[in-house]
């Protein structure tokens, strides 16, 4: 029976959508999978030596178990947003002659190969490694690693069980937040106590048994559960959520533009993937700290131009380099429907100016490090808004890869081709080089200045650019249709 | 009101349609049956200007669709569900499509109120957007959709499939009542012999990208087309 799952679960690997994607696309794909691996290697083995330095007192394994506590409550957190329990997957084997405690089986140990599993062995290995050459038990090393693994699946299948309610989910957070705030302010000794608990794993190599006791019966809880939920219109239900109409009317104020702009605004709110967008880019307002507050950098004003054209242009690459893909699954609609295509770029064009200032009104208090960040920023927001957003209404048209909306956003690589590479040059690059070169040969004012100057002239043909970019959007349609139409690309 | 030049269509060495002449008066109420891959859709989207022809063109009321936008104000289709917009509600979809052939909501609203038996109401009011709703519901509200505006040729590709008996026969009225009208030219795709043939004047068959048959319909046009078919 299993060799028959083990043969399906092959094949919806390699005959998945990110398999057929362009080479260019799985290149890029690999590397930066190499190269997250490679980090949590190095830091994995590395972490002995950390913590040796700062802790010189402590061994490594007692202060890796004093935080393990948290780490065990920061990745039950984060799972719940990253890891579903893919049921849906089991729908065609229903009416096939197999016993659903098998199906049940299968979806469950399946589960235990993911790929988030495989980031704390990729963690822990290593470091063991470094345990054992510097010459640690072996045996308690071993049984502390075959302690870890089972701690990670019962973090696995923990996270199957609470994923159903997020009270499970606020629970977790305000004992990860509350914890932690025992422990800074002194009240209770979080890690203290839990560090000799988990300690115990490695120092008394019977306690493995404790976590695999738990990993046993997490999964057989799981088991229970999901097995008796095996039905169409239990479990395998997708979810719809209740429609909640509204007709912004205020749109109305934008004339033909209006209801392009209504139907923008609602793509956005009611689709999972592009809502994503707009809270990933008003995070990225902090990005600016991490190099602000270091003295290497402040001095440094290219770095200052990347912050400026990446902050104030962030909704504007995330959101834009996907038009008009975002309007895939209807595309063949709004070409045959009576659409000035014209004011639907209007539109887009509009929303991302708006997203651009308000970017910049963000970035303000970066002045506190100094009148450069603000100055920069500002020259930064209105090249972005004169001249980035043309080129890259520009470059949408040649989109042709469909997005389906209401698929996850978590590293969804959906509609994404060696365009939205290429984007990045002329959006990031060239404007940093130009502020680079007036603020080398004249001054930062300068740069400034012709930043903004730029952003100005291209503000003052953005009707003429508009209209070219039409043009180039009606003389590309079919390739889009054609394009947009191509299912799971 | 549509004229079909030399129209072919070719995919690599492999023709999907092939039609020297075709002219469908203004007002007719025109069916297109054939099997799959006919190039019944095909000689919709190359009407709707969503394909390039690969010699020929049509002409939609003297305009030439791959030239010219013009046709698009007096012409509405619905083709399948790429038409419509899943994170809309019915009634904002309505609204918005609207909106692009310059109706207001009262204008929907009274327009929507002619089709409350068509709805059976399963679709105004039932707080769910279209990607939520059944595949049946979905083609109901693309189908209403396609009369908003008083177009003069509406384009429906297989209207009659995925409907329930009650709603196909609700549809095969409201598709009479509109082909009566003197100025709106329908034009019906379908799989359904005996729809087909109820609904619509002429009735052309598609034979792999050629027209095999032209008929005006009488009481033996259904005979006709099924021993062709069954033949």
Redesign the interface.
Known sequence: MFKHFIKLQWKSFFRSSSFGKSVALKIIMAFFGLYMLATLIMTGAGLYFILRKIFPDQSPMWTLSQYFVYWVLIELFLRYFMQKLPVMDIKPLLTTPIKKSAITHFILGKSALSFYNLLGIFFFVPFAVVLLIHDYPTLNVLLWLIGIFAAVLCINYVNFIINKSDKALIAIGTLLVGLYALDYFGIFEVKAFFGPIFHALYAYPIAVLAPITLALLTYYINFKFLRNKIFLDASLKSKTKEATASDLAWTKRFGDMGPFLQLDLKLIWRNKRTKAQVFISLLFVFYGLIFYTQDIYSTWYPMFAFLGIFMTGIFLSNFGQFIPAWDSTYYSMMMAQNIPLRKYLESKATLISVSVVAMFLLTIPYVYFGWEALAINFGSAIYNLGVNIPVILYFGSFNKKRIELDKSPLGNMQGTSATQFLIMLPVLVVPIIIFSIFNYLISLEVAVFVLSIMGIIGFAFKNYFLNRITEQYRKKKYGMIAGFKEKDN | MITVHNLTKKYGSQTVLNIENLEIPKGQSFGLVGNNGAGKTTLFSLL?????PTTGHIINKEIQVNKSEDW??F???F?DE????????P??YF???G???GRNKADVDSLLATFEDFFHDEILG????L??LSKGNQKKAGIVASFI?NPEVVVLDEPFANLDPTTQIRLKAIIKELAAKDDVTVLVSSHDLIHVTEVCERIVVLNKGEIVKDIQTSKETLKELETFFGG
């Open positions: 709707l200007d969503l394909i390039q698009k104000p012409t509405s289709a083709i790429s038409f419509l917009i899943g994170y809309l509600t009634e904002e609204y918005f499509i909106d692009l052939r039932q707080k769910k957007y990607r939520d505006g």
